[in-house]
T-cell receptor
Framework: EAQVTQNPRYLITVTGKKLTVTCSQNMNHEYMSWYRQDPGLGLRQIYYSMNVEVTDKGDVPEGYKVSRKEKRNFPLILESPSPNQTSLYFC????????????FGQGTRLTVV | DQQVKQNSPSLSVQEGRISILNCDYTNSMFDYFLWYKKYPAEGPTFLISISSIKDKNEDGRFTVFLNKSAKHLSLHIVPSQPGDSAVYFCAAKRGSNYKLTFGKGTLLTVNP
């Protein structure tokens, strides 16, 4: 089954404690990205990756890092989380073909206290 | 600057009637548009899309209309069902750029 898997689904952490949210896709997609969803703001892109070792900032990259060492994995790293990073996070992947849709993971609900 | 706008945060319709969700965009370089549906506690799922070379695309109960001159698209759901109750996101992309730009979403409630 084609899917994007995120872990964990829920996470409560304290300010400043480094954390990683993992994302893995089994569709051999080149393009992967991270979004955050906040009330009244919709989905905003954090970082994206065009392929292995190729990453770039999205619209709201501050406070986040990513890496793309393997095609299937695209972890999101919060080196020093702050309460304003409390949000719902989604990982997505899509192929390099034109006019194709992106597939989303189930989401990670992060609370930073 | 918000390039994709969904000006109605919510919409309520009766079961069996038509639901019309609207989306406006400002970037004339966008040439591919998608609608996603999102249930609580789940990720967005792809619903239907349309290329800028078309003005209509239909898939079962779902039809998307594109008016390029007005930079406007709409999603029609006929007939609406209670299971359609969800947040609907409009998204746009341009050319070979993979980035999707999303609207803020519209919460659709279909009442039995």
């Amino acid at each position: 089954e084609a899917q994007v898997t995120q872990n964990p689904r829920y996470l409560i952490t304290v300010t400043g404690k480094k954390l990683t949210v993992t994302c893995s896709q089994n569709m051999n997609h080149e393009y992967m990205s991270w979004y955050r969803q906040d009330p009244g703001l919709g989905l905003r892109q954090i970082y994206y990756s065009m392929n292995v070792e190729v990453t770039d900032k999205g619209d709201v990259p501050e406070g986040y890092k990513v890496s793309r060492k393997e095609k299937r994995n695209f972890p999101l790293i919060l080196e020093s989380p702050s309460p304003n990073q409390t949000s719902l996070y989604f990982c997505a992947s899509s192929s390099a073909a034109m006019n194709t849709e992106a597939f989303f993971g189930q989401g990670t609900r992060l609370t930073v206290v | 600057d918000q390039q994709v706008k969904q000006n109605s945060p919510s919409l309520s319709v009766q079961e069996g009637r038509i639901s019309i969700l609207n989306c406006d965009y400002t970037n004339s370089m966008f040439d591919y548009f998608l609608w996603y549906k999102k249930y609580p506690a789940e990720g967005p799922t792809f619903l239907i899309s349309i290329s800028s070379i078309k003005d209509k695309n239909e898939d079962g109960r779902f039809t998307v209309f594109l008016n390029k001159s007005a930079k406007h698209l709409s999603l029609h759901i006929v007939p609406s069902q209670p299971g359609d109750s969800a947040v609907y996101f409009c998204a746009a992309k341009r050319g070979s750029n993979y980035k999707l730009t999303f609207g803020k979403g519209t919460l659709l409630t279909v009442n039995p």
